[in-house]
């Protein structure tokens, strides 16, 4: 019995860091050529600043808010982008996106724990402060990309 309990939790284990995993490896001209990739890093990017915000939210009530901001700034994009790669409509995939983020948000509020445990911080000695900023070189691409687009309609 012990054998199966350690056997499922090893490949629990490696399930779950499956879905959690590096963003910066990639950069935005990969996003901007794959739309199954930019639906993936804007789905972490939610699930990541939304468990942040979770965590945070208690002590730090201002510091939470702006990854709460991010975090809804950039949802409707990852629906947009799933909406495309599944060729059905905004309200459609609505449900799916949300259902996938909550899924990873717990992901990540559960690692960010478990290194608070292990090294008195959820951040320190792991990849997530890189993925914040990251998240942050993608909303900005965004709000540039949004901004010049309004720039070239108002000129036309």
């Known amino acids: 019995m012990k054998k199966i309990v350690i056997i499922f939790l090893f490949f629990a284990t490696a399930l779950s860091a499956e879905k959690i995993e590096r963003l910066g490896f990639y950069n935005l001209q990969e996003l901007l050529e794959d739309d199954n990739l930019t639906y993936k890093i804007i789905r972490s990017c939610v699930s ?16 939470s808010k702006s990854f709460f901001e991010t975090a809804n700034y950039l949802y409707p994009f990852g629906i947009l982008t799933l909406s495309k790669i ?34 008195q911080s959820f951040i320190k000695d792991t990849f997530i402060g890189d993925d914040l900023d990251f998240c942050n070189e993608m909303r900005s691409a965004i709000e540039i990309t949004i901004s010049e687009s309004k720039k070239l309609k108002s000129n036309n």
């Open 86 to 119: 599944k060729k059905r409509n905004y309200n459609d995939v609505q449900k799916e996106f949300m259902d996938k983020v909550s899924t990873q948000t717990s992901d990540y509020i559960n690692f960010m724990k478990k290194n608070g445990v292990e090294k």
């Open 48 to 63: 990541l600043n939304s468990a942040i915000t979770e965590i945070t939210k208690e002590d730090h009530p201002e510091l």
